[in-house]
């Protein structure tokens, strides 16, 4: 795998990250912030075993298989609740769909990402890095402007409001429930050059930024309907038009889409190189074969509850349980 700047990576996971949060579904509050902030610190904490892992010299190849096999699936899986959150989007959206004719609308969406998705990574992890530079650039501008576009519909008796709340323990399992990005972490953590915790630092530092900025601006903005919104971070963004010729939200449509295809690559880049990790005379057909389980998860996964529990431990559990068996796995290979 070709080795990715602290840029690079940072831009790889905040773009899933973003995506993620655009697809919010639920009441948002300051409480929301102050669970997902306090869930931010606990992941970095929670990071140090894989941080020391691969500052260590480990490497991803030199771990135990069941340990490559565990992250191949929990991406596999992670892609396909990704595919979940688009598809429930979408609907929220309005993305036209009834004039396709007899292709279900969610295989047409998963088919037209994929076919992007692999256009996008087959030249190689290094091109769809810098392409994830460019687009983590124009998207924060374009959240930036979303924002600042929202100020006269700003109430900051929202913020103060809690009726609509939940609560703080509930936030902090949904706010991990979101960080399911947190198994391409670890995966890409092997290909860092530089500084493997000032990377993490920064990676979690703008993650910080990213939710705090969002989720207290959709609930300034959107807390007067917080009862009657499935998505509070979309509806605070379709309120938003500071020109009289343009909707501000058409731009936000068009970042969504940009993330939500770059999300499902990176996914799909993370899968393939655990693919060959696990199976290294399979040269051909990696990415294709990862998009395809992924799918195929997606269908599994569209009837369960989006914000279970389950898909919070298995965050925990790819964060820091994982890497502390490669830690034990590498220090019993010294020994012996």
């Known amino acids: ?51 020391r892992y691969y500052s260590g010299g480990g490497t991803l190849k030199n771990a135990p ?7 191949l699936l929990y991406i596999i899986l992670w892609g396909g609740l990704l595919f ?16 396709f004719g007899i292709i279900p609308e969610k295989l047409l969406i998963a088919g ?9 990574s087959s030249p190689g992890i290094r091109s769809l890095a810098r392409a994830a530079v460019i687009s983590a650039a124009l998207g924060a501008v374009s959240i ?78 959107a807390g007067g309907i917080m009862e009657i919104t499935d998505y509070p971070v979309i509806m605070a963004a379709e309120l938003s038009q500071p020109f009289t010729a343009q909707r501000i939200d058409s731009l936000f449509l068009i970042i969504f889409a940009i993330f939500s295809v770059f999300s499902i690559a990176v996914q799909t880049a993370a899968a393939s190189s655990l693919i060959s990790a696990l199976f290294p005379s399979f040269t051909k057909f990696r990415s294709t074969a990862a998009l395809a389980a992924m799918t195929a998860s997606a269908f599994l996964l569209s009837g369960t509850y989006q914000y279970s529990p389950v898909y919070g431990w298995a965050a925990v559990t790819a964060l820091a349980a994982v890497p502390v068996l490669m830690l034990i796995n590498k220090e019993s290979g010294r020994r012996s």
């Open 84 to 99: 979940v959150m688009l598809w429930n989007a979408s609907e929220e959206l309005s993305i036209p769909s009834e004039n």
């Open 1 to 51: 795998m070709s080795k990715l700047s602290g840029g690079q990576f940072a831009a790889f996971l905040l773009i899933t990250d973003a995506f993620t949060l655009f697809c919010l579904m639920g009441n948002v509050s300051v409480i929301t912030c102050a669970a997902f902030l306090t869930g931010i610190l606990l992941q970095f904490g929670l990071s140090i075993p894989a941080i």
């Open 144 to 221: 930036l402007l979303v924002i600042i576009s929202s100020f006269p519909e700003i109430h900051l008796e929202y913020l103060t409001d809690l009726s609509y709340a939940d609560g703080f323990i509930s936030e902090l399992s949904r706010g991990f429930v979101l960080s399911g990005g947190l198994g391409s972490f670890v995966v890409f953590s092997d290909s860092l050059k530089g500084s493997h915790l000032r990377c993490t630092a920064g990676y979690f530092a703008g993650k910080a930024l990213l939710y705090t900025a969002v989720i207290l601006t959709s609930a300034a903005v």
């Open 112 to 120: 037209l990402i994929g076919i992007v998705c692999l256009y996008a």
């Open 65 to 71: 298989k069941p340990v490559l096999w565990f992250y």
